[in-house]
């Protein structure tokens, strides 16, 4: 059986998997679903200076702390980039990599970068005016649970991604969510760039026809990581 650690996307918390977990224990699977610094049950420890290096140490301190080895590493849609910087800093204590409908960011890439221009200065211009320039505003939209959800440290989605070890040897999987992409979104955009690192990098691509968000619709999401830890096994 696994060991899985699942890692939260933007303005979320570890709280999010409080429905996947279940099922991933029930398949005998051990799950640690930590929060990333300022956000969740940690909101109290966000400020100006918390970024992508501090989300990735979050995690690497996980599999350190708690002993992990031979994990199975999932990071749902800016916890792709964050998967990214643990596995090249410890990848001798990783598995498995799952892209839940996440970025993929190269070498020197922020989060913010993996998008056209114009949804960058939409972004810029939300942190301006709804987050005192250095806070994600929460999302509002219809599969958005905005009574937990937090906002997020800018400066994550602005450092870049720095990679020291690449490449590694670690098998991964992308699964692509296909129920909700707006044409032209941040998400439609970074998701069609992601995707063609993908294809190009030859990793294995699942597909489930569910929601980006993880809440709203978890068990499809239970369902393909069972699928991709399965065929790892």
Same mark, same amino acid.
């Given at each position: 059986?696994a060991?899985? /650690?699942?890692?939260?996307?933007?303005?979320?918390g570890? %709280?999010? %998997?409080?429905?996947?977990?279940?099922?991933?224990? $029930?398949?005998?699977?051990?799950?640690?679903?930590?929060? &990333? @610094?300022?956000?969740?049950?940690?909101?109290?420890?966000?400020?100006?200076?918390v #970024?992508?290096?501090?989300?990735?140490?979050?995690?690497?301190?996980?599999?350190?702390?708690?002993?992990?080895?031979?994990?199975?590493?999932?990071?749902?849609?800016?916890? #792709?980039?964050?998967i990214? #910087?643990?596995?090249?800093? /410890?990848?001798?204590?990783?598995?498995?990599?799952?892209?839940?409908?996440?970025?993929?960011? !190269?070498?020197? !890439?922020?989060? &913010? *970068?993996?998008a056209?221009? *114009?949804?960058?200065?939409?972004?810029e $211009?939300?942190?301006?005016? +709804?987050?005192?320039g250095?806070?994600?505003?929460?999302?509002?939209?219809?599969?958005?649970?905005?009574?937990k959800?937090?906002p997020?440290? %800018?400066?994550? %989605?602005?450092?870049?991604?720095?990679?020291?070890?690449?490449?590694?040897?670690?098998?991964?999987?992308?699964?692509?969510?296909?129920?909700? =992409?707006q044409?032209?979104?941040?998400?439609?955009?970074?998701?069609t760039?992601?995707?063609?690192?993908?294809?190009?990098?030859?990793? @294995? /691509?699942? !597909?489930? *026809?569910? /929601?980006? +968000?993880?809440?709203?619709?978890?068990?499809? =999401?239970?369902?393909?990581?069972? =699928? $991709?830890v =399965?065929?790892?096994f």
């Open positions: 059986m060991t899985l /650690v699942l890692v939260h996307g933007t303005t979320a570890g %709280w999010v %998997w409080k429905d996947v977990t279940p099922h991933l224990q $029930a398949a005998g699977h051990t799950v640690y679903t930590p929060t &990333l @610094t300022g956000l969740g049950e940690r909101i109290h420890l966000a400020n100006r200076e #970024g992508l290096e501090t989300h990735i140490t979050d995690i690497v301190n996980v599999l350190l702390y708690e002993d992990l080895t031979d994990v199975v590493l999932a990071g749902h849609s800016y916890g #792709g980039i964050v990214s #910087g643990v596995a090249d800093r /410890v990848p001798e204590r990783i598995r498995h990599l799952i892209y839940l409908d996440a970025v993929i960011a !190269e070498d020197g !890439e922020s989060c &913010l *970068d993996v056209h221009p *114009d949804n960058r200065a939409e972004f $211009a939300r942190v301006r005016e +709804q987050g005192d250095w806070l994600i505003p929460i999302s509002r939209g219809p599969n958005d649970l905005p009574s959800n937090a997020h440290p %800018w400066k994550s %989605w602005t450092d870049p991604l720095v990679l020291n070890n690449p490449p590694h040897n670690i098998p991964c999987t992308y699964v692509r969510f296909t129920a909700d =992409k044409p032209g979104s941040y998400f439609e955009q970074a998701m760039t992601s995707m063609a690192r993908v294809h190009a990098r030859g990793w @294995t /691509v699942l !597909e489930a *026809d569910t /929601v980006h +968000q993880i809440l709203p619709d978890p068990l499809p =999401k239970a369902e393909v990581i069972l =699928k $991709a =399965k065929a790892d």
